[in-house]
């Protein structure tokens, strides 16, 4: 990743973006990009601490990091998506009771 320019966000974004639609990259270079990125983008707010916009330039790296882990890394979004039963996989006198409770809580 090339050096992060605070009037530049999108262009950080972009940059991501492109490196993970690169085809041909392999697990190596992958884990090279985002060291590199990250330790790009921890400079980034070491230098430019005396600016006015830190605020803008720490929410640029705060997104930047969650684009990098939402894209090279399988997390699940919270502990809540893997909680349950797919509703597919219920029976249907059971299906039947919570669609019922669902619609006294919501419509009564």
Do not use: C, W
């Not at 909680?83 to 669609?99: E, F, P, Q, T, V």
């Amino acid at each position: 990743m090339s050096t992060i320019n605070g009037g530049k966000e999108l262009e950080a974004y972009d940059q991501i973006l492109k490196f993970f639609n690169k085809k041909d990259r392999t697990i190596k270079e992958t884990e090279v990009f985002e060291d590199q990125t990250y330790i790009n983008l921890m400079g980034f707010l070491k230098k430019k601490k005396e600016i006015e916009n830190l605020y803008q330039n720490y929410k640029l790296v705060e997104n930047a990091i969650i684009l990098i882990l939402s894209l090279f890394h399988d997390i699940p979004p919270d502990r809540y998506n893997t909680m349950g039963k797919d509703a597919k996989n219920i029976d249907n006198s059971d299906r039947d009771d919570i669609i019922k409770m669902l619609k006294k809580e919501f419509l009564d």
